[in-house]
DNA sequence: ATGTGC
């Protein structure tokens, strides 16, 4: 699309989908209307995960007539897969112990003939921080048997979630752009496309990779993914930009949508319309901003009930403070989030998982005197 | 969420 799109003076429509019992932070309502009055806006759609970000809402899709990279954000093509990981025995407290160190970049040397978007191998095969993850996780309910069935998930099968993006790929697309246009659209939308997408590939491969790894470490045996899908990323659709920031693709896709670490996930088939920005949640949502879980998990919170979690499972997390902004009471209640796409009609569950083992960052060796 | 500076 060309710059040469009349530009709306008048402000965009807002939607957010969440049932008064949500509480969503007025601050992130604010933000939908600060980005509703932004040039060429025609809708934004709040999710129920929605929360305040840098700048834009988390959780909303964002359609306009022209691109704004900050919209996306910097982890360009982050984004969640569910891949079918049969093991032969499950126990949580072994399979902890032998994960692979997903903080270390694969060799290039193993990557074999794999063709790497963008040439970009530095990070390959890394998760990342933040609410990044990789969840050895089992399927609990199945909410839908027909659609369940389909995809050949049963209950206590195993899954492996993988939670992650385009690292510092993604980064340097945005602050390229932001180093000369700040948070003005882009001045060449193709060109930002090409890149976007390079990120987008990327972040699937880096996704496959990290399976590879974890299914060769745990001698499990990988499946082809049941879901892979993007909730940070721009498309044309309809003849628009469609911005999605946290948000996934509710369009007749099935996305995963993260619980916390500690509680269930819900796989839902979206059938999400124009109003919804053709989107669903793609998480919980931070209840709390990171400063305050921090604040207040340090006096609520010992590390070993964020280690060992309420469900059983375990958290592989080297990095206290990480480990107390992550907590699961930093985040909604992912029940609440599931109720209200339902309640709105943008999605159907299929089947909850429950968490076995959540890998966040390597584990620091346990310090000789014992000191934690 | 990120790389980078304090």
Redesign the pocket.
Known sequence: MSQQNPVSTTSATVQVFASPGSWIESSAVDQCHQVAALDGMIHVAGMPDLHPG?GAPIGAAMTSSVLYPFLV???IG?GIAVFPFRLKRVVPERLATRFPDLDAPLDPADLGDVEIPAAYTD?LGT??????FVELARVDAVLDDRHAARLGLAAGDTVLIVH??S??L???ILRAHTEVHGAGPAADADAYLAAHDDAVRWGHLNRRLMAERVAAALGAELGDPVTDECHNSVRVRDGSYLHRKGAAPGDGRDVLIAGTRGTHSFLVAGHAGAEAGHSVAHGAGRKMS?ADALRRGKVKHTVEELRRTTVGSLVVCGDRQLLFEEAPTAYKRIEQVIGDLVAHRLATPVVSTLPLVTYKTADVAPRRGGRR
């Open positions: 840098k954000g910097s982890d982050c990070q998760v990342g921080r933040g609410n990044h992650s993006g690292r510092g993604g980064e340097r990171r």
